[in-house]
């Protein structure tokens, strides 16, 4: 198998190969970083290479296996982890200057799963300033590209996953979520991406401490890959029980049987969605309804509303932790943006904060009783294609639209629940595809009806 085909490869075929004895890891790591050296210099979506230790990583499941053990369920698989969370021996960056020498003494519990699952580490990938745009850029490692239109957004705060995994730099990237940063770079990017509930994956960053409410109710790490089933390996690994969370709820992956039952909402609270975008949502609804679905366009539960709640929770996050941070940092898409949050979201007070964490009960129960009566929404991933990149930072008119059509992206991790964007296909060069969403802890619904959507794998950009 030459070094392309073994580049392109799911996660899936490259644990079965490597667990087989048909190819060994260290084959596959040489072949993706091989494909590295042929479209990361175009794309800047790896920042943080590992060769070395990447093929020591290989090396080691090998030896494993040569030795009769199991080195885990994604043995061999070539993954990146972004530069948000720790990863011992590298520097967590999170896009800053300021962070250019902070290096981890410690796996982040997402890392340490993974490698405990037998994935290869084959590099660290972009986000832009703090991890606060849609867009990825910063001043420290520069600006990465979407692999199939340099002319449009990778997405963010996830945009060197979504692109490092759509280009065969990996068969699943590693990205995290709190507004959209797995799903908006996964649509970006033509590949699928999985936003877990809150508290399916483990998350703690040593060199950060403990994150304030926002962070802790909204933020979560999960995978991209180019296919449902790489995303429901990567979940299974991810997911293992680390007691460094509190958060963290050790259940089954597989929940009880529900109805198949999808309620199909358009455009969410009236936001403005393109034509051809509600096109592509009925196609998946008829796609669904042909394997005996039942999809119906019902009212849903909220959507602005989670929205202001979400911002109002994040924004005092970020006031009480970073505000000086962005000031000292200096980044100017940074400081544009985060003005611009401030702006739509004025300061919170104690009370002002009271009133937020009741407002997230109220509209988590809304919405978990309705899911209790439609099982899945189907819903656009953004009211617009992807957009021109750094379209957001052009002016303050521009940062609106964009924060308008993303109210698909930010509402649901204010009620913790889980999120799926998938790949559908493309319009005129432009990558499309729809969202799925679910009640907490019902990933497994998620990735069935996404395995009906998109039963083959995509393929990786032909750079």
């Not at 950060?208 to 390996?233: F, I, N, Y």
Request: some cysteine; hydrophobic content about 45%.
């Amino acid at each position: 198998m030459d070094a392309r085909t073994l580049a392109g490869l799911t996660a899936t075929e490259v644990a079965a190969l490597v667990r087989g004895r048909e190819v060994s890891a260290v084959e596959v790591t040489r072949a993706v970083l091989a494909r590295m050296d042929q479209v990361n210099a175009r794309l800047n979506a790896v920042v943080q290479r590992r060769d070395a230790a990447a093929l020591d990583e290989a090396a080691a499941v090998d030896a494993v296996l040569a030795d009769g053990g199991d080195p885990g369920p994604m043995a061999g698989v070539p993954v990146t982890v972004k530069v948000n969370v720790d990863q011992a021996g590298e520097v967590t960056t999170n896009g800053l200057r300021l962070q250019a020498g902070l290096l981890a003494g410690e796996d982040s519990p997402v890392v340490a799963n993974l490698r405990r699952g037998g994935a290869v580490v084959v590099g660290r990938t972009n986000t832009p300033a703090f991890s606060l745009r849609w867009f990825t850029r910063n001043s420290l490692h520069g600006q990465t590209l979407n692999p199939w239109n340099p002319a449009l957004t990778p997405g963010g705060s996830s945009g060197g996953a979504g692109a490092a995994v759509a280009a065969g730099m990996g068969s699943v990237a590693h990205g995290t979520d709190i507004a959209g940063s797995i799903r908006y770079p996964a649509y970006a990017c033509g590949v699928h991406g999985l936003r877990p509930s809150l508290g399916r994956v483990p998350a703690f960053n040593a060199t950060a401490g403990d994150r304030h409410v926002g962070g802790q109710l909204m933020a979560v790490s999960g995978p991209l890959a180019r296919s449902v089933a790489d995303l429901g390996l990567a979940l299974r690994v991810m997911a293992a029980r680390d007691a460094r969370d509190p958060w963290h709820q050790d259940v089954p992956l597989e929940g009880p049987p529900r109805p198949r039952k999808v309620a199909l909402c358009l455009a969410p609270d009236g936001m403005a969605v393109p034509a051809r975008l509600c096109e592509e949502l009925l196609v998946v609804a008829r796609k669904l309804q042909q394997e005996q679905w039942v999809v119906e366009e019902v009212p849903t539960p909220p959507w602005r509303e989670a929205v202001a709640v979400q911002v109002r929770l994040w924004m005092a996050d970020m006031r009480r932790a970073s505000e000086a941070a962005v000031a000292a940092e200096g980044d100017a898409d940074a400081l544009f943006v985060y003005d611009q949050f401030r702006r739509i979201s004025p300061p919170l007070d104690a009370e002002g904060l009271m009133d937020a964490l009741r407002d997230r009960a109220r509209l988590t129960r809304l919405w978990r009783q309705f899911l209790a009566e439609w099982p899945l929404v189907l819903c656009p991933v953004s009211g617009d294609f992807p957009f021109e990149n750094n379209v957001d930072v052009r002016s303050a008119a521009d940062f609106d639209h964009v924060f308008e059509a993303q109210l698909p992206q930010i509402a649901p991790p204010l009620m913790g629940l889980p999120g799926l964007a998938l790949a559908t296909g493309f319009d005129a060069g432009r990558p499309v595809g729809v969202q799925l969403l679910a009640d907490q802890l019902r990933e497994d619904l998620l990735l069935e009806a996404g395995a009906v959507i998109a039963p083959g794998a995509v393929g990786i950009c032909p750079m």
